[in-house]
């Protein structure tokens, strides 16, 4: 229900000055704005319980010696051009 109450919040504040008749704001109009604004991302998240540590470990450190190694402006396969690779890190303000 949060989320609902906060879309309407955000709604209403971007619709506060129009005129009767006049085209309303509505939840998409915001979210393409945004992601013109700061562009589209999205997280997905995949636990997997039990899995030893090791082969993750050298899963990482094969990627990041792959990122390293990448060099912007690279064609992968026709239309695919590398702008940038990095070791993405988050680091969570609430925590």
């Not at 995949?46 to 540590?53: M, Q, R, T, W």
């Not at 990482?60 to 590398?82: C, F, P, T």
């Amino acid at each position: 229900i949060r989320a609902v109450l906060a879309w309407l919040s955000v709604i209403a504040y971007r619709n506060k000055d129009k005129k009767p008749g006049e085209k309303l704001v509505s939840v998409s109009d915001v979210v393409k704005e945004h992601w013109a604004t700061y562009g589209r991302n999205f997280f997905s998240r995949y636990d997997y319980e039990e899995c030893e540590s090791e082969g993750a470990n050298k899963m990482l450190e094969y990627l990041r010696d792959l990122v390293s190694k990448s060099k912007a402006g690279v064609n992968y396969g026709g239309s695919y051009i590398l702008q940038f690779a990095d070791d993405f890190t988050y680091t969570d303000p609430v925590s």
